[in-house]
DNA sequence: TTGAAAGCGATACCAA
DNA sequence: TTGGTATCGCTTTCAA
């Protein structure tokens, strides 16, 4: 059916250990033979099979990357990027949704053990992160990216996430905003956790007091996002946050959505402030002003680290931390303004 | 380092032969041998090598997907319904952002075919479908999602775009449009010449007739869309298109900005619909009403067709036509209508 | 029932 | 330079 390296051999009337050696280029050959062997490899249509090589200890040139939902554009856009690095390199990449479970983690994480992935690269929480010790006992790389897990010895690549949240509130700040009320995801989130913190140390600096009351813990959905910050603007104006900082896009969607629902024009009269930056924001309306993740360096430089480690040039771990922008739109404005 | 298929057998006192059988639960072996050896492999946590296994003739269980773009909503939604269904069954997924170019189709399907993969879904267009005939020849199972190429004998998975272009067409003509234009993608997409076949010939039957400059290629951005729909929308209102229907969503954005630059209000003064109802749809503002692609069910189908395939449970191809659905949102409405 | 042994396709060491 | 051969981990006859 498919020629092997034994047809090659056969036909060019050498052994098997000198196809071998022109297709990795390693051993002595003739000029002749090398020549010849390449071209009953061209004529055979030889594929050397991948499969058969990593038996014998080789890679297999696939590495797998764990987020939460391929279909969310910021873990899409994650994606895309680790692929096209690996790509670059000559790696594959095999996708897992774990819908933020444990157990899917665990699974696809031994699923992919068994199948001899090359490295892992993690963009999705974990409870337990004992779950990743047997692949770390079994030497094979791991790398984070927009997740982070502390005290696990693996290389990591996130964006400041306390510089993105002094970034929205120097920005709010600036436009003259002194109430204001925050969207967090989840208290577990790390990353939400230092965006709050960012934001919130920065007001305070200022002066500016932010009551506990004013931060919402929201799921990873634009309803969500709509249901807390309708309960956060069904007050007086008086009194009501005249800005909303969002720890990712998809909350802030639901914001803007809250406000047209109540009412209230943006970003006359209500702030959005988002974070990621994906496909999403662009397409809001009004464009949606936000912390931009540099997502396709990101991914860069994950399968930068992660191929690095595999191929034994370093040792240490890394922790890469990239900064964010602010992505200046149309939904903030200064409180008031009728622009 | 990591227990094989030896060192069970070893602990076990017992031959691999009896291993591999209770692993694969072949052959006949005593209850008490069976479970002896379940306890060590358990011991041991033995994993099976699915390389090794993959290299004595059995599959890989790992099936490749082919998009333009992973970082595309549509695709990523795609993508997202394709491992669930694969992951359910048993299967990995490794994704392949192709950028529509014929030579990285060629570069991934070269490699993937050297990885051994059980089967290939394709949601990409390729100008060379001479491309494939090597993996048809190797036995490597096709399926294609979302595009087609007929005169392939490949199984087919697709919505049916002419029928998306009648209900479409159907909508503005009940809404009273009948100074209607079209954005539409390259023309060499089959899909997209679809729908607007079906588009115009549910427009002409009401006696409404669509001039060919109504009908604009696009690139596929919002960019592009923009431009188009600027250009389509330049004109005294008396002449000016009331609707819009475009191929896809990312065009209909590009369509609602183009009317936000244009101070036209959607959907009173110009209703906008789109196509494949991805996320995009649901946080644009208004809302776009859109043809709904049946996503999931979709990347489901392909998946069930491919793996029915490769266990030989079936030889006849299939073409599945899914019937597309109209999402009513807020972007259209009767023309000149002040509600 | 159970196990010895022959592959699967490639790598790499060691003689020749 | 070359080529013979053991080996990787598992599946699968075929004898015992």
Redesign the pocket.
Known sequence: M?A???DVAREA??????V??V??G?????EE?RAEILKTMERLNY???VI??A????KTFTLGLLVPDISNPFFAEIARAVEDQGHHLGYSLVICSTDNKDERVERYLNLLQQKSIDGMIIGTGMDNKEMLTPLMKQGIPIAMIAREMPDIGVHTVVVDDCVGGALAAKHLLDLGHTRVAILAEHAKVISSRERVRGFRNTLEEAGVVLPDSGVRNCHYTVEDGKRQAIALLEESAAVRPTALFCCNDMLAIGALQAAKQLGLKVPEQLSVIGFDNTILASVTDPPLTTVAQPIEPMGKKVVDLLIQELKKESKLKQRVVLRPELMIRQSTASPGDMH
């Open positions: 498919k092997t390296i034994y009337g050498v052994s098997i250990a000198a071998s050696q297709m990795n390693k051993g002595k050959i003739s033979r594929q050397p099979s058969a090589s038996l014998t200890g080789k």
